[in-house]
């Protein structure tokens, strides 16, 4: 229970508790083991206030009320895309920090991508919160939170998760963890774990750690060069982790989860965005379960970086076809609320 939430009174945090956690806190309380699985179908509908349980006895409810309490988000900001229905979502958190989180709407279900951090260590430079810095990670409570105030305020179902929001994920491994088994639960949002995708800049260790933990999550890797002297241009964990340490971990990861690497390659004008370029990414990941995402670059105020045109794009997308390589070029959703990558959130935080 060491990495638990707790206030100041230090009240526990029952949304980021595992179902574990939960049934070890009833029974050294008194109380049934099995009665986490009620707590925990109440969180799932949204329920923050305890009196609001009404399968628990008074009593329970009492000693719930002196010792815990239920993360909440508050909205504090929400643009709804006229274009596509996209929603971008400030949250504020209950330290007063604020966190983006994104509903989008597509044919094979709603999808919610969520933060996991608070700002980021890792200074990704076309990146618009790593000037920011990092300030701490989210608890499990706070991501499942996201999920929960997106279902209330869309009356929506969620389908996806996406943890592609501002943080590493990886770098708040535990939580993390922790979130993507809360929100699978059969009593809880029961999210299967092939609808949920966590995105890295490439923490090659924890790759390894999570291939090992055989859930059959999703896996994207931002990649956004072919070779290391380029990637350490634009991502300074690139120094650390070279290509081929993140290829090899890949398959491991494939082999353990049987799932699909998506490779995500943001397209760079005259950066990374040649013929060239494509062939050497193609000729490192040809022969893998793998798909490349070919992202449009957002333009981020004060970065000298802009995307590469639609043309350009489309050249790199045949030429990676050409060794049998999947490739999609993102849909750009929610143009016109600033819905990609953190540019809210700079934009609230700035004024
Ligand atoms: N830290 C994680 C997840 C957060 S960023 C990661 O690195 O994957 C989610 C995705 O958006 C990553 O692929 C990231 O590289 C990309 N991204 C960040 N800034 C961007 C920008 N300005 N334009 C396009 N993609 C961007």
């Known amino acids: 229970m060491g990495n638990m939430k707790e206030k100041a ?13 939960l049934g070890s806190f009833l029974e050294k309380a008194g109380e049934q083991k099995y009665r986490a699985k009620q707590i925990i179908r109440w969180l799932a509908k949204g329920i923050k206030d305890i009196d609001e349980m009404t ?22 900001e929400r643009y709804k895309s006229k274009i596509d229905g996209t929603v971008k979502y400030i949250f504020k958190l209950s330290d007063g920090n604020i966190i ?19 700002g980021c260590k890792m200074g990704c ?15 499990a409570g706070e991501m499942l939170d996201q999920i929960l105030a997106i279902i209330k305020d869309s009356g929506l179902t969620i389908r996806n998760i ?8 990886l770098d708040n491994y535990e939580n993390v963890l922790k979130f993507i088994r809360n929100v699978n639960m059969a009593d809880g949002l029961n999210i299967g774990y092939r609808h949920i995708t966590i995105s890295t800049c490439g923490l090659v260790e924890k790759i390894k750690e999570l291939a090992k933990e055989k859930i059959p999550i999703n896996l994207s890797v931002s990649l956004h060069a072919p070779n290391d002297e380029k990637r350490q241009k634009i991502m300074p964990i690139g120094k650390i982790y070279s290509i081929d340490k993140i290829i090899e971990v890949c398959k491991i990861y494939t082999e353990e989860t049987k799932r699909r690497i998506t490779f995500e390659y943001a397209l760079i004008d005259g950066f990374n965005d040649t013929r060239q370029d494509a062939r050497e990414l193609a000729s490192r990941i040809k022969g893998m379960l793998c798909h490349v995402n070919l992202i449009p670059l957002n333009t ?5 970086l802009k995307t590469a045109n639609r043309q350009k794009a489309e050249i790199f997308k045949k030429e990676l076809e050409n060794y049998n390589i999947p490739v ?4 750009e959703l929610g143009a016109d ?6 540019q809210l959130r700079r934009r609230v935080i700035g004024r």
Request: aromatic content about 6%; hydrophobic content about 40%.
């Open 9 to 21: 009174n230090t009240k526990i945090d029952l949304l980021s508790l595992s179902m574990d956690e």
């Open 125 to 139: 430079k076309f990146c618009a919160s790593a000037p920011l810095g990092f300030v701490r990670n989210l608890s």
């Open 100 to 118: 983006e989180s994104v509903l989008m709407q597509y044919k094979f279900g709603n999808t919610a991508c969520i933060s996991s951090q608070i």
């Open 337 to 342: 609320i600033e819905a990609a990558c953190g």
């Open 300 to 304: 981020v105020e004060g970065v000298n």
């Open 55 to 76: 399968d628990l006895s008074k009593d329970l409810r009492r000693m719930l009320k002196e010792t815990s309490y239920i993360e909440k988000l508050e909205v504090w």
């Open 328 to 331: 999609t070029i993102r849909r």
């Open 162 to 169: 996406v943890i592609m929001g501002i943080g590493e994920p």
